[in-house]
């Protein structure tokens, strides 16, 4: 029988080009998430390069790749992609910064330096600043996002730090309680460092290094000369 081929292997051959309802499914699943993270990414750029008010969403479609109606698939409109793709940016940050404060056996000048050098590697020296620049510029005119911003990040830093501070002054790390009662003093450079890069470093370039390491020993209390504090 010229031809034949036993169905035992013609099925199987022939069943397994086929995709089962399950492979379907998580077939369209892996398209859905990557078209999401498509548009997420665009998103990122055009509110990181044009501001929130301007950013259109015909440009995030067009440079993610997607017809206009896509978005609404996934985000109900600009202000929630705006959040989405925040949280997408900062929370693993958050995330980090949440691990590093966790460690009860890290002496609290160590836990500053390591805090300044993920300020540095994850915000500062990427497109993340940026996000901080736009929240500075428009938040005033769009409190949705600045109240989103406060509830999701700050807030949520804030209190990350003020636990740490809490332990450190119970430890006696800390000349006093101003950590505690104020976790925005261990920012406040942070901010600076974002400001001045974006306005005035092609006038006078920061040493952020330099200047967050000053801010260290600000909050330790130690001596100009560098030795501890008695």
């Given at each position: 029988m010229i031809g034949?081929?036993?169905?035992?292997c013609a099925g199987e051959a022939a069943l397994s080009t086929?995709?089962?309802?399950?492979?379907?499914?998580?077939?369209?699943?892996?398209?859905?998430?990557?078209?999401?993270?498509?548009?997420?990414?665009?998103?990122?750029?055009?509110?990181?390069?044009?501001?929130?008010?301007?950013?259109?969403?015909?440009?995030v479609a067009d440079a993610a790749g997607v017809?206009?109606?896509?978005?609404?698939l996934f985000f109900k409109?600009?202000?929630?992609?705006?959040?989405k793709t925040v949280l997408a940016a900062i929370g693993p940050t958050l995330s980090n910064l949440d691990s590093v404060v966790a460690r009860a056996d890290l002496p609290f000048p160590q836990l500053l330096g390591q805090l300044?050098?993920?300020f540095r590697r994850e915000i500062l020296e990427t497109k993340r600043r940026?996000?901080?620049?736009?929240?500075?510029?428009?938040?005033?005119?769009?409190?949705?996002?600045?109240?989103?911003?406060?509830?999701?990040?700050?807030?949520?830093?804030?209190?990350i730090i003020r636990k740490a501070a809490q332990r450190a002054q119970d430890n006696g790390e800390l000349p006093s309680d101003?950590?505690?009662?104020?976790?925005?003093?261990?920012?406040?450079?942070?901010?600076?460092?974002?400001?001045?890069s974006c306005v005035f470093t092609q006038h006078?370039?920061?040493?952020?290094?330099?200047?967050?390491?000053a801010h260290r020993d600000l909050l330790l209390g130690v001596p100009h000369d560098g030795s501890a504090k008695p």
């Open positions: 034949f081929v036993p169905w035992s086929l995709d089962t309802p399950k492979r379907v499914a998580g077939k369209r699943v892996r398209e859905q998430e990557r078209r999401r993270q498509a548009i997420l990414d665009a998103a990122f750029v055009q509110f990181t390069s044009e501001g929130f008010a301007a950013t259109r969403l015909d440009a017809a206009k109606g896509t978005i609404y409109d600009k202000e929630d992609l705006f959040e300044s050098d993920l940026e996000i901080v620049r736009l929240v500075i510029a428009e938040g005033a005119r769009f409190p949705g996002i600045a109240e989103f911003y406060h509830r999701e990040v700050i807030s949520r830093g804030l209190s101003a950590l505690v009662r104020f976790p925005q003093l261990l920012f406040a450079p942070m901010l600076i460092s974002i400001i001045w006078e370039p920061l040493d952020v290094e330099g200047m967050l390491a």
